[in-house]
């Protein structure tokens, strides 16, 4: 075997400590900890690296919203209850647009959760860690892959501990869930695909004054601005903007002041400024979509790792937590199967492209697209136009914002709807005009009659 290390090539060393797992997860965060719950019960033998050594370390730059599409995930993680027992908020959305408000009725709304990322990731990375399997490998770096000479399959990772030393931590697979610019990614070389991004991110937690309609989330969809609050638990709501780069400079001068102006001065405000900032305003300069091939030889990854995409839609958290779902699905079986099973682990491996595929890339497409900062296309603007008049395509709507179905399976019924739709108000707005036509002809017929009346009285 070999090692192939991070950064410009350089003569391996092996490590003098080696330990021997079914599966090393580098990451301890949302989708690595998800992916050591379903292998740990599956009954393999798993470590849980982590470059934090502090077990409730959680991601500081993040927002927390699970879209609903990953509810049942949480529930079948068992975690669903403790989430909300630490408060967690289960929350609706409604949108705003130039049209009015885009809300789906309650009984077809699919709703999210809301808990913030210091009491969520703890959460999570605590089930893991209790799940019998699964081991604690906190405060190390990977540092290379361990591969084997004859094919190239991964067969482990080299970490690093913070004195320097290292071992090697050998395994039939090794999972990058170590987030954007994931080193594992890069060392084993994956394909990337990179799109650009035309927004910024700043945002905080206020206390002191309600949203009307909690504990619904609500988006201001601005065209192209965008702008956001989030309910959550302790009676706190997550305020954010992701404006276009043109308005960089008043927030870089201060955060605080411009988020509040900025949200201040939406159409139907929320009461920002009455609220009391709670820690301190955070942002993110440089967000670009990086899609990463999500499988190799012994090798998946998953989360952000995976697929880094625009947090303008409040789906990293969600999607981290299907995704390792879904790896621990596929490939746990052929893990706890023991050595020799390579087969049905890259069968395994492949059963979970497939599902990453099928559940993520129609929407990342779309997702890129807009994330360059363009305005609504004529398509947009005649489906929300529509939606606003419309309960079944509002419902529609939360559904494909919520990623509970497809780009294509919304098109579907969205669109041919929305022709119905304008269809209605166009035959609607015509029917007012002829009976003001009318009503003004009889008033005119009325008022001609009286007046020949009055000049034959008179």
């Known amino acids: 075997m070999g090692v192939t290390a991070a950064g410009p090539s350089r003569n391996a060393i092996r490590p003098s400590r080696s330990e021997q797992f079914d599966a090393v997860i580098v990451g301890a965060s949302l989708a690595g900890s998800a992916a050591a719950v379903k292998l740990g019960r599956a009954g393999a033998r798993v470590a849980l690296v982590e470059q934090r050594p502090d077990p409730g370390a959680f991601k500081q730059v993040c927002s927390h919203f699970v879209q609903a599409s990953a509810v049942p995930t949480l529930e079948r993680l068992g975690l669903l209850q403790p989430a909300l027992d630490a408060g967690a908020v289960r929350s609706g959305l409604r949108i705003w647009t130039i049209y009015g408000w885009i809300v789906a009725p309650p009984e077809r709304a699919t709703p999210g959760l809301n808990l913030r990322r210091e009491l969520l990731d703890p959460l999570v990375r605590d089930a893991a860690l209790n799940t019998p399997g699964v081991e604690a490998r906190l405060g190390l770096t990977a540092t290379a892959l361990e591969r084997d000479g004859a094919d190239g399959r991964v067969r482990g990772v080299v970490v690093r501990d913070r004195s320097g030393e290292e071992r090697l931590l050998q395994a039939r697979l090794v999972v990058g869930a170590d987030g954007r610019g994931s080193r594992v990614a890069k060392l084993a070389g994956v394909a990337t695909k990179t799109t650009p991004h035309g927004r910024f991110a700043y945002g905080g937690y206020f206390e002191g004054a309600d949203l009307p309609h909690a504990p619904d989330a609500q988006l201001w969809m601005l065209n192209p601005q965008w702008a956001a609050a989030f309910p959550t638990d302790a009676g706190l709501t997550f305020y954010a903007a992701m404006p276009t780069k043109s308005w960089l400079p008043r927030f870089k001068r201060d955060p605080h002041a411009a988020l509040v102006a900025f949200l201040r001065d939406l159409p139907e405000p929320p009461p920002i400024e009455h609220g009391r900032l709670v820690g301190e305003i955070k942002g993110k300069l440089e967000m670009p979509n990086v899609e990463h091939e999500p499988i190799g030889p012994g090798l998946a990854l998953v989360g952000d790792a ?89 419902a529609r709507m939360d559904a494909f914002g919520s990623r509970s179905i497809s780009p294509n399976r919304f098109l579907a019924t969205a669109v041919p709807r929305a022709v119905w739709v304008h269809g209605r108000e166009a035959r609607a707005r015509r029917a007012q005009r002829q009976a003001a036509g009318s009503a003004g002809s009889a008033g005119g017929a009325g008022s001609a009659g009286g007046a020949g009346r009055g000049a034959v009285t008179a």
């Open 306 to 394: 995976a697929l880094a995409t625009d947090p303008l839609w409040g789906i990293g958290c969600g999607w981290a937590l299907q995704q390792g779902e879904w790896l621990g699905d596929a490939v746990g079986d052929a893990l706890a199967a023991g050595p020799g099973a390579d087969d049905a682990l890259d069968a395994g491996l492949a059963r979970y492209r497939r599902r990453w595929r099928r559940g993520l890339l129609g929407h990342q497409r779309v997702i890129a697209d807009l994330a360059s900062g363009r305005r609504a296309n004529a398509g947009e603007r005649f489906v929300f136009s529509a939606a606003v008049h419309d309960e079944r395509i509002a």
